[in-house]
C-alpha cells in the first residue's frame, strides 16, 4: 500500500531514538520516528482514500507509527457507529500509553449516554490500555455539564497493579479536583485510592496551572 511508502519517507532515526525513551515499553526497533503533525496531516489526507479501510484492516500493524496513525484515523472519523466499530477492533492491539492516549474522537462529545455505557466496559477490563482508555473517556467528556459524583466512584474503585493504569487514575483525579474540587475533595481526604496513586493524583494537582496555591497547599499536608 502506498501508505507505507509515505510512512518510511517521513521517519526520522533521531526522533525514533527519543521516542523510544518515552514510550519504554515497545520494541524501539517497531518505531520508525515520525512526528505527530506529520501523522496528523497524513491522516487528513487519506482518510477518504479507498485504502484507508484496507489499512484499518490490516492489524496488527508492525510499527508504533502505524498505530499511531490508526489511531489518528479513528480520531477523526464522522461516523459514531463505525467509529465504535474501528475502536473495538483496534484495542486489543493498543499496547502503550502513546497510542491509547493520542486516541480520542471528536465525535464522542454528540453520544455521551452510549459512550458512558461503553466506559463502564472498558474500565472494568482485564486489559492495562483498555482501562487506561476508559479512564482517559470518563475524564475527557464526563468532568464538566456532565459531571456526576458516581463517576468518581468508578476510578476510585479501579485496583490495578499496573503503572499506567495507576497513573490514569491519579490523572482522572487530579483534573476531577480541577475541575469539581468540592465533590472530589473527600475522596482525596479519606484516602479512598491506594498509596501511590493517592500520592501521585497530589502531586499531579499540585503541578497543575487550574488549582489555586491555597488549595495546592492545603493538598500538601494530605499526603
Given at each position: 500500500m502506498k501508505i507505507y511508502k509515505e510512512l518510511q519517507a517521513l521517519k526520522e532515526k533521531e526522533y525514533a531514538d527519543f521516542q523510544a525513551k518515552l514510550v519504554p515499553t515497545i520494541e524501539p526497533s517497531t518505531i520508525l520516528g515520525i512526528r505527530v503533525p506529520k501523522l496528523r496531516a497524513l491522516a487528513k489526507s487519506y482518510i477518504r482514500d479507498q485504502e484507508c479501510q484496507v489499512f484499518l484492516d490490516s492489524l496488527p500493524h508492525n510499527y508504533y507509527d502505524e498505530n499511531m496513525l490508526h489511531a489518528i484515523l479513528i480520531s477523526e472519523m464522522k461516523d459514531y457507529?463505525?467509529?465504535?466499530?474501528?475502536?473495538?477492533?483496534?484495542?486489543?492491539?493498543?499496547?502503550?500509553w502513546a497510542v491509547c492516549d493520542i486516541m480520542s474522537p471528536k465525535l464522542f462529545k454528540r453520544y455521551r449516554g452510549d459512550?458512558?455505557?461503553r466506559i463502564k466496559v472498558w474500565i472494568a477490563s482485564e486489559e492495562t490500555y483498555t482501562i487506561r482508555f476508559g479512564l482517559g473517556m470518563l475524564m475527557a467528556h464526563f468532568l464538566d455539564e456532565d459531571f456526576r459524583p458516581e463517576y468518581l466512584d468508578m476510578a476510585s474503585s479501579i485496583r490495578s497493579d499496573e503503572y499506567y493504569v495507576n497513573?490514569?487514575?491519579a490523572w482522572f483525579f487530579a483534573t476531577a479536583l480541577a475541575k469539581q474540587?468540592?465533590?472530589?475533595?473527600?475522596?482525596i481526604e479519606d484516602k479512598r485510592l491506594d498509596d501511590w496513586t493517592h500520592k501521585k493524583a497530589i502531586q499531579k494537582a499540585?503541578?497543575?496551572?487550574?488549582?489555586?496555591?491555597?488549595?495546592k497547599e492545603y493538598l500538601k499536608g494530605l499526603k
Open positions: 457507529d463505525k467509529c465504535i466499530n474501528r475502536l473495538e477492533a483496534f484495542l486489543p492491539y493498543v499496547d502503550n459512550l458512558m455505557t497513573m490514569m487514575i474540587w468540592e465533590v472530589s475533595l473527600p475522596y499540585r503541578e497543575s496551572l487550574r488549582i489555586s496555591k491555597e488549595k
